[in-house]
């Protein structure tokens, strides 16, 4: 069905949507059936919830799924399996694979994580330790992974662990899918400033993965890893959203609601700000707009730290200006602290406060805002690279703390 141009595809979402009303039946139902109709990531392969069209063509499916009564968003739903885990998967994963996977992540039946990070290697993810050593036709695998969005929730892991230590750090590594039920898998929650644990530290004990979960060669793991993270920053950039959405919609309610209630001076000053944040909010849309029209299907270049640099820092921006809209109420986190371990990315408002505190992350996951300048610096304004001296030498000879 390559050969669907814009207007089929419009009936074809009209046809979902009048057939199976979003808001009459639930997620797993609409989701399952917008991915047999092949609206799920439409450049996918008919039957792995695509019509192997252009991936400007989403755009399109999207828009018109935005005028429905009730909506469901991929961050929500399974932001790491959707945007990291399946791209991932279609490009290194075995067929069975992709047939038995990649429904239930899309419909958020099986949640995904990702287990990259590690106490010692955070921005240099290509100096993680986690050991893998091939045993028959299983990997045994001991090591600790921090910062795992949702792994309480996920039935499905990214991993990467270091199965040839005499090699060079980007060389010995290899990338695995985990089943987080598997015996020796321990997650713990890491709480975070908003009173929330979507994070965790995951331990691993001698989990056994079998060679058939194995993603790409052996030793090939760094170019798996860069496929999931180009993606990821795809993702957190924050694709393409309705005009006046997101953290932005927050800013300009929260300046209606209370506009009226500040001095002539403070509402002349803070209506500035906020139609500044507003015009940027609005210019960073139309760019992923842009750049999802004229994506190429594979893994995405570095484009895409601009829009997770961007965002990142945007979000950051907004939110302190809905702290300073809102005023003292700001500094009463209502309805305090909950100790809760979310199922999904999604959280509260409080005011804003909530949003305020957890934007925090935005310059540090998924990649610092410091590394996204490095990417853009040298894979786009072509600048020279840092210095690696530990780039080239095997990485058990690389010095350690």
Request: aromatic residues 6%; proline residues 6%.
């Amino acid at each position: 069905m390559g050969d669907v141009d814009d207007e089929q595809l419009r009936g074809m979402v009209a046809d979902l949507l009048a057939e199976v009303p979003p808001d009459q039946v639930d997620q797993v139902t609409f989701r399952g059936e917008q991915y047999d109709r092949g609206l799920a990531v439409v450049s996918f392969p008919e039957g792995l919830g695509g019509l192997g069209l252009e991936p400007r063509a989403q755009t399109v499916v999207d828009a018109e799924l935005a005028k429905a009564p009730k909506t469901y968003s991929n961050i929500s739903v399974n932001a790491i399996g959707i945007g990291m885990g399946m791209p991932t998967v279609l490009a290194y994963g075995s067929d069975e694979m992709k047939r038995t996977l990649f429904r239930p992540c899309f419909t958020g039946e099986e949640i995904w994580c990702q287990l990259f990070s590690e106490p010692s290697a955070g921005s240099d993810v290509a100096g993680l330790g986690a050991r893998a050593v091939l045993d028959g036709d299983e990997w045994v695998v001991n090591g600790q992974k921090v910062w795992t969005t949702l792994a309480h929730v996920a039935r499905w892991g990214m991993l990467v662990a270091r199965s040839d230590p005499d090699q060079p750090k980007h060389k010995g590594l290899t990338y695995f899918l985990l089943d987080m039920a598997a015996p020796g898998v321990d997650v713990r929650p890491l709480f975070q400033i908003t009173g929330e644990a979507e994070f965790n530290e995951v331990f691993l004990t001698d989990v056994r993965i079998p060679d058939a979960s194995r993603l790409g060669d052996r030793g090939q793991g760094w170019s798996v890893a860069v496929t999931t993270l180009m993606n990821e920053r795809v993702a957190l950039g924050g694709g393409v959203s309705r005009r006046g959405t997101g953290p932005i919609g927050v800013l300009v309610d929260t300046w209606r609601q209370r506009r009226d209630s500040l001095t002539p001076q403070r509402r002349a000053v803070l209506r500035d700000r906020v139609v500044s944040l507003w015009a940027r909010a609005e210019a960073l849309r139309l760019t992923h707009h842009r750049a999802a029209e004229t994506a190429s299907s594979g893994t995405p270049g570095p484009e895409g730290s601009v829009g997770k640099l961007i965002s990142a820092e945007l979000n950051q921006e907004i939110y302190d200006c809905i702290l300073d809209v809102v005023g003292a109420d700001a500094a009463v986190h209502e309805p305090g602290y909950p100790m809760a371990r979310p199922e999904n990315l999604t959280g509260g408002s409080d005011l804003g406060t909530h949003g305020f505190l957890r934007s925090r992350a935005n310059s540090i996951e998924g990649g610092t805002s410091e590394i996204m300048r490095n990417i853009l610096g040298e894979r786009v304004l072509g600048l020279p690279k840092e210095p690696g001296v530990d780039r080239d030498i095997p990485w058990s000879e690389i010095p350690r703390g």
